[in-house]
């Protein structure tokens, strides 16, 4: 079964300092996503990505963060200048069609900023 | 926006017993509900969903039903096995081009032997 594949699977970063959380998404998928739990917490929407450009973005994703698909198979989330707060486990995830069906997520990578 | 409660946020059974999970929703133009389950440390798996145009949708021990004159839709789990234990989700999502998903709070299930 395809998957959704995230590296590294956990970063300690220092406050400050910029992080690249990298994810490869389903080879024939065309939507793909960033999410983010806080642990303990519920699972929130952090931005939406399709032909090449944000289609939506929730009020966590500030300046302080981007998404790019470098190439036809990575898509990555920078954290510019990290703050205690972004402490939680991003979650990359893509989608054949746009309309929640078919979501697949990868496995995370844990972010501690220290 | 879209905004989804999940009740009851932890839920203890012994194994053998059904477990019932209830969210409610706010946008009555959402018309797309899947369930998650999410073990520690894990990514959410998508475990049953359902489309506005069903009432109610069931796969082995697991059925979901759902209400849209009341906005609310419910996961049941029978014959709960210890390997049931692990944080369940909702969702629920708009039927139109890249839509985010809306998660519920999360319900911690216990299924003890």
């Known amino acids: 079964e395809p998957e959704v594949t995230q590296t590294p699977s956990h970063q300690v970063t220092q406050m400050g300092q910029e992080v690249i959380l990298r994810c490869v998404p389903i080879s024939n998928h065309l939507y793909f996503y960033w999410y983010r739990q806080i642990l303990g917490q519920k699972v929130e929407f952090l931005v939406s990505f399709y032909n090449n450009e944000i289609s939506e973005k929730s009020e966590i994703f500030d300046d302080q963060f981007s998404v790019e698909r470098p190439d036809g198979s990575n898509f990555t989330l920078k954290i510019r200048s990290t703050k205690l707060e972004d402490s939680a486990m991003y979650f990359c995830?893509?989608?054949?069609?746009?309309?929640?069906?078919?979501?697949?997520f990868g496995s995370g990578t844990r972010l501690t900023v220290v | 926006g879209e905004n989804v409660e999940q009740h009851p946020s932890t839920l203890s059974v012994q194994e053998g017993d059904s477990a019932v999970i209830k969210c409610t929703y706010s946008d009555s133009a959402s018309n797309y509900f899947p369930w998650y389950k999410q073990e520690l440390g894990k990514r959410p798996q998508l475990i049953i969903d359902i489309r506005s145009n069903v009432g109610e949708k069931k796969d082995q021990r697991i059925a979901v039903t759902l209400n849209k004159t009341a906005k609310h839709f419910s996961l049941h789990i029978t014959e709960t096995q210890p390997e049931d234990s692990a944080v369940y989700f909702c969702?629920?999502?708009?039927?139109?081009?890249?839509?985010?998903?809306?998660f519920g709070t999360g319900t911690r299930l216990l299924v003890s032997p």
């Open positions: 969702a629920a999502t708009l039927n139109t081009g890249f839509q985010k998903l809306v």
């Open positions: 995830a893509s989608s054949g069609q746009g309309n929640g069906y078919g979501y697949t």
